[in-house]
């Protein structure tokens, strides 16, 4: 189990212990990256799939799972993993 530690968009996230995770299963639009050469713009919808994910996983305690069906990292070597989080509402993961 690890807390999430920050949502970097609707579908990625960093966990504590420096582990950056993709969520399997889940594609969500790109927000904005002025980092980048060329900065690249937000695709519709980003920022509210960035609030969804947001407001039910950051700095929750999540538990991870690999799937056998999938490499266990992406090419920028982000775990590909399901993440599991308690929902407040009903106590039900």
């Known amino acids: 189990k690890y807390r999430v530690t920050h949502v970097a968009d609707g579908d990625t996230l960093n966990l504590e212990g420096r582990h ?3 969520l ?7 927000i904005a990256h002025s ?6 713009k937000a695709q519709p919808w980003s920022n509210e ?8 996983i950051k700095n929750q305690t999540v538990r991870v799972e690999f799937d056998p ?7 920028y070597g982000r775990w590909l993993c399901w993440v599991y ?5 009903d106590g039900v993961e």
């Open 20 to 22: 950056r995770v993709r």
């Open 24 to 30: 399997i299963g889940i594609d969500c639009p790109e």
């Open 35 to 40: 980092e980048k050469d060329p900065p690249t």
């Open 49 to 56: 799939a960035l609030r969804f994910t947001e407001t039910r």
């Open 69 to 75: 069906d999938y490499d266990t990292e992406d090419h």
């Open 85 to 89: 989080y308690r929902d407040p509402r």
